[in-house]
């Protein structure tokens, strides 16, 4: 069926039914360098490309149709070839050498065809010129926007507070070390330094991640924050041999204002969230304190050690913190507390509702954004327990705005649940684009069949 759009989408020059296959990449991601310009990248667009198939010694173009878009990458006809699909290539459209129609004119530069086509097409000129009646193609500022949207306002040497991976509960100084496509390299300030300068903890995430603060951000709202142990010295390390700069609140992603009057969140209220250590699982989980400014420090129930040490903290607008019930009413198995598990399996909004905490009656924020993704789509993603690896990963599952994805080759127990606008999650051709390393999936998938485990896995610290 999706064979038979593609065909159709080629066959037409309509923008509305190539919109339809676009859809299904770049587009359903709000974070993604070009994704406001997204909606002009379509099947059916004609450009300018490097043509590879010839022996002239300097670089010369040709024309080339969009036959198919995965993610930035989009899969090229040159024309001339007509119906034979022998000779498509796939291409990058953020790295390869590829124009809008024009530039070659504007740029002196020549469009001779590939041999074949020269071959078969005597008067190719006027076979072009036909071909480019009403043809749409790249905006002309593709590169340029490209350019700009790749642009971050973090650079090394600038100070952040970081959730801390030794202790989740609270935050950390950190400096930047290392910016790769908005994703940050960052450095605990009393991480420490190895017997040869190696750097012994750090952590990644991108700007917009919600574990990423300004500096007094943690004494702002309440929460907690390491002591930096000022006997650690980095002062060795490239990143810190910089003049440090304390980030500033503009540099972060805004969120959304609550209202934390009445109806808002109470120590003791039940709710269901994502399991900050284990984020397939979706647990019965408790208010344990409310912060400043829509914070609140979230507790798992049954696995909490008892000292707060575990505790995460969630902003109220945070879609990782779901209403009592939701995973009954959207068939998503909930992780219950190990001791109630066999006995309350199925009665767990019975219990909340006979408890002596009640429910959160709070509309947690829920909305279906029309997102764009569907089961089976890949995606490049951030491993958020290892969030330095960005691996080729597929949605399995999408609930509302909640998607559940799997590391291709990778155990079940690895797959994550993501919010669909989460900064950490990218169109495929995104690694290649920003220079960031891309994990291919280690192998042929698992074999199927065995469920996810109910009760909580092994936590790994991320
Ligand atoms: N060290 C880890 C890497 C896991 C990465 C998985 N990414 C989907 C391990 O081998 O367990």
Sequence with gaps: NEQHQESRAFGQDGKKTHRLLSLFTTVSFTNAPLCAQWDDIYVGLKVEVLNTHTALPSKVYWIATVVQLAGYKALLRHEGFEDDDSHDLWCNLGTADVHPIGWCAVNSKLLVPPQEVHQHIKDWKSYLMERLVGAHTLPVDFHVKMADSLRCPFRQGVRVEVVDRSQVSRTRLAVVDTVVGGRLRLLYEDGGLGPSGEVLSDFWCHMQSPLLHPVGWSERVGHSIKETDTSVNMSSHP??????????????????????????????????????????????????????????????????????????????????????????????????????????????????????????????????????????????????????LVCVATVRRCVGRLLLLHFDGWEPEFDQWVDCQSPEIYPVGWCEITGYQLQPPIGPEPPQGQERSHTSKKAKPF
């Design 239 to 388: 990143a810190f041999r910089k003049v440090l700069h304390n980030s500033v609140p503009h540099q972060f992603r805004k969120l959304r204002t609550v209202y934390m009057g009445d109806t808002f969140f109470e120590e003791g209220m039940k709710l269901e969230a994502i399991d900050p250590l284990n984020l397939g699982n979706i647990c019965v989980a408790s208010v344990r304190k409310v912060l400043l400014d829509g914070y609140i420090m979230v507790g798992i129930d049954g696995v909490e050690i008892g000292d707060g040490s575990d505790w995460f903290c969630y902003h109220a607008s945070s879609h990782a913190i779901l209403p009592v019930g939701y995973c009954e009413n959207n068939d998503i198995p909930l992780t219950l507390p190990p001791a109630i598990y066999n006995m309350l399996m199925h009665m767990w909004v019975y219990y909340v509702l006979s408890s002596s905490c009640g429910p959160s009656l709070i509309r947690l924020s829920q909305g279906d954004v029309g997102h764009g993704f569907t089961s089976g789509m890949k995606l490049e993603a951030v491993d958020l327990m290892e969030p330095r």
